[in-house]
């Protein structure tokens, strides 16, 4: 089977296997206090063009969110984010476990907007029993989201704006951050989302490390007693010099956007593709992310080779699934990918799909 | 400087890395859900005599003590331990975190017996107030202790049908286990641990693995939805495989027992010098840990050499230390430590220490 | 001013004052472990027609449904409601802050269906990825609901029916049941609740108590330890006796359904006030609450004399808003809302309101 | 059988009773938004003697330092307190609920001292494994303490100096504080805790209401958002009025103080009686609680007529047990229990008890 169904199917780059190899028996200090995490953080540091932001490095996205929330908040406040978000739907009430409320706001493509956090906001205040209900404190985003979506320079920094007008901290998700900033059309920058995020992460996991979120702290309330944080959620790794290792390894020469890049190109092949045989998207993207709606018969058919994400039934004889791309997708796999699409969709592009989105 | 202050201090066993190499461009299922995890999980049980034990493979200590115990206990219910227990005074609340207190009873060796078990259950049911106390329900044990001591298989024995008798759970913390398990005159395997315990785990951060600690469930109570309890502690690791990797090397041609005897084996050595020169130890043991008593004179002088941890102030000119060995631990370093101990220890061993332990 | 914003605004029955008065210098043991609370118990079971099912009496609403929730859940496991559940929306995150996230499912009329469960169950084990997303485990249903409608008795069963198939406990949110009990049309005694449900509460603080809530439990499971629950939540009062004795006056002589049937006669007269004005309603009822469609204007002129509660905003002119009555209204004031509404509202039927609702 | 177990074995004072009959029928805002609340909140800042300090009511003790202490600490924050302190010893994990641990000191008398408190926080921060254990950032206090010692204005002044040197919040139980501003030899005033703490509470459960606590918080920070942790927590009573009536009637006319000097002044008839039988005391006091050591035959033949509570077994024929007077102690059952203790001691003064305590 060839596995497009996740951008965390194989282990690492190589550099950062090279990179493991190499360190494996120096000594160094635990939990993250050693040099080479302190190289990975500078080097982020230096990527984000400011050198008094915080970087931690944690293991997992769920335990970075949880992490990062559960430092922000007061217990009664709660996090804003669309029904999409990973906090909201994927992550076995991690963030409720930590005792607080994760608040949606409805969105199509994954994404919310400045004038959505201002209106739940506002009402909150406006509520005469305001004491009643969680007072939303923290606005959590992914980009790219969940759907594949990248939020622009401008819509984010009217989130920033938004958020930091009402007194709200604005987190940002960048589990698959590199896709993002590899991606065509994309106008955020790492200095850009140091400049309007309280905190967000630079994923690993799904770009080219074995395991691995950089989280970078710009408000200077969020970094105090952080590491207490990591240690209380657990996610204070013994070893902690992995994750320096690997971000080091990703941070140098430009790797982590530069793979990123690779498995964007491929995802734009497959796009094509689809676009030739007329294939509707549950949302149009351009990262590493694809969601088609397709034939149930096709996806039968494609089942037998390829493994796929399950997305959402659109109507009765159409689904729409998720390929992803990664680091680490070979060329040859996608072009037979393509190949195997173009021959399944040709007949049905005859019969044209009317999705109900 | 040579680090004897912990047995994390290098990254992996050769073979580990191997694996990793070999596997790296594998493709596989996420979280754990795929063929090495199942090989790991399978080798372990049949190393437990039982094929009925759950296992499931956790990333850290904290992570597996926090998850094991929210998993077990009813919100009103708490784990008992020695004061010296990891989750007693090592882990910043992540137990408290899910909501249990945890109990402490006095120990002086890092271990704790049926007898206080039984009096700190049965007080507690004879509390008149017994609803305004925290419930007892779980024991927790960690073996080896936190102060290198082991339990003997009698005690085991006991703690294991006491615990049964008051319908406790007991939950062994095998973070060293390797180390017991290759001590001189320990007589306690995996397959009395699988009869003995509701749940214990078998630790691969501190024995050779990169990281990574294998739970293994006995009572099928315990076994129901864990691994929803694993995704809700930020505890499922993406490239679950990585786990799996790990274990099925450490688990293969006895490769785990046999890198923790090379521990014990240098530990030994270093007793034997410690002994020779009359030098007193807070606690006696046979694991990798050392606990000596040693003059504040001679540890300004080892610490220009060596890094090791600061255990507790005896008197005004002795403290205690921690030597730890490894896996990885080179014999050279062992045998210069023993040379510079003898070297410094020679005019002490005129004036006899007398610590007040 | 007049108040008929909610149904607590005054003390409590004259039965239940006389009835403080004249316990109160007997001595009782503390905690609810006297002789009235016992007998107030005693006589809940006679109503439930159960003698089997455990009484524990509780101080508020919000503090019942969390203590109950967090004795029914295991960690990873969620409760389902309408959005418009008071859990979910009115209690400041007070689920959430025991580790538990709320799982909505969308409701006109604050009643969720037998179907809405089975979808969303079936869905949740379907999921291929159910790990990484909350179990639902337990059905809250309020009865009266928050927006005063009531479960038929055929409801209730396929609710209980399906919630029993499936493995989730029912539990039933009864803070104004007092009010379904005396509602013309009500097909649902106490006995029905303990025979449907595995949970629920008869709500005193609404309906003529100075507070208290009683949870009837009738699942052995939820029995066990649920006085330390109580404790845990800071719910067990000290003179616990004073529950005792509210729900011992209530449950004699038939009390706590004739003062509700009083509040129930009167909201029927507001009632036919609105309807002969042909005032068009958010949600149609026969309780104690009544939801009516009112222009800003009259509002505006009503709002001088009378509070009602802001229930939301319908259209550019018109608002839906809140009228409670209670087991201490007044009769005459009664007959000044319908006097002033008759007047208020005459101008108004010219123009026939039409709510987008 | 008479009561001497406790200080909340009646109702309530009788001025209470008044008010709230008089009170039954006015319609009120819920919530404590109603005059009498503010009315009553308005009395205790002028007996602090600043209009500065934010007054809450809540119902109980438990409920009330669970909302304190989860309002004031970041999740990876303790509360440190003596042993004897009713968060770490009688409230069933309450406060481990919120996550956070009580970190416990030594006390043989029930305080603690500013020693006490600076040697945990700086060993705390001298750890170089600070990050691993809990962060000590709240001092809880009971006054009168469980065991019935009062802190002298010295003692309060020293803890308050060192929280607020070391940047830790001091927070003070005051379940019994009228007993203690009543007892002989106090030298703490309203004012003086208004000026050392930065949140304490007055009770009002244990002397003479029904229920209920008002928390005084003087330190800003503590003060924003609390009404919404309330709410969280459960403990925002419908009917706040209910405790406003209650302490507006007690803060009126120095009635809280002079029912409790009414216990006072009867527990020190006991204490002299009990001093003239040579009967020692576990702890000595001078409130309403008293701690004597009795022979188990006397305290057979006392358990007939009157009822007290078991403190602890002292050897292997005595044991220290507690008698509580109370706002409402009739004079009459204290003539007669000093009476019995006479009659029963006599023979046993030839015997001199010597416990070892």
Same sequence: chains 1, 2, 3, 4.
Avoid at 94 to 115: F, Q, W, Y
Avoid at 199 to 215: D, M
Avoid at 254 to 272: F, G, K, M, Q
Avoid at 275 to 294: A, E, H, M, R, S
Wanted: glycine letters at 8%; charged letters at 20%.
């Amino acid at each position: 089977m060839i596995y497009f169904n996740n951008d965390y199917c194989e282990g690492c780059h190589e550099k950062i296997l090279e990179a493991l190899v190499k360190t494996n028996l120096i000594q160094t200090p635990g939990y993250g206090e050693d040099d080479i995490c302190a190289s990975a953080a500078g080097k982020i540091q230096a990527l984000c063009g400011r050198e008094d932001v915080a970087v931690h490095f944690l293991v997992g996205g769920t335990q970075t969110n949880q992490t990062v929330i559960s430092a922000a908040l007061r217990p009664h406040q709660g996090a804003l984010c669309a029904v999409s978000g990973h906090i909201a739907c994927h992550e076995t009430g991690a963030i409720e476990a930590t005792g607080h409320k994760v608040l949606t706001v409805p969105s199509e493509d994954g994404k919310i907007t400045a004038r959505q956090v201002r209106q739940v906001v506002l009402a909150h205040r406006a509520d005469p029993s305001f004491e009643h209900t969680v007072q939303p404190k923290l606005v959590y985003i992914s980009n790219p989201s969940e759907l594949g979506t990248l939020y622009t320079l401008e819509e984010l920094e009217n989130l920033s704006a938004t958020c930091h007008e009402l007194g709200l901290y604005l987190f940002l998700d960048g589990a698959r951050l590199g896709y993002g900033l590899a991606s065509r059309g994309n106008d955020v920058t790492l200095p850009d989302l140091a400049r309007l995020c309280d905190v967000f992460y630079i994923g690993g996991t799904k770009v080219g490390a074995l395991f691995g979120e950089a989280v970078v702290i710009t408000n200077p309330t969020l970094k105090e007693d952080f590491r207490y944080l990591i240690k209380r959620h657990g996610g204070m790794l013994a070893k902690g010099r992995l994750l320096g290792i690997q971000f080091d390894t990703l941070m140098t020469d430009n790797l982590y956007v530069s793979i990123a890049a690779h498995a964007v190109h491929l995802a734009d092949r497959i796009r094509e593709t689809l676009d030739k045989c007329g294939v509707p998207y549950l949302v149009p993207g351009v990262t590493n992310q694809i969601f088609p709606i397709l034939p149930d018969a096709v996806l039968e058919e494609l089942g037998k080779t390829y493994v796929f994400c399950e997305q959402e039934r659109v109507d009765g004889t159409h689904r729409a699934i998720r390929f992803c791309t990664s680091w680490g997708t070979l060329e040859e796999n996608v072009q037979a990918l393509c190949d195997d699409l173009r021959i399944l969709l040709y007949p049905v592009n005859l019969q044209p799909v009317h999705p109900n989105v």
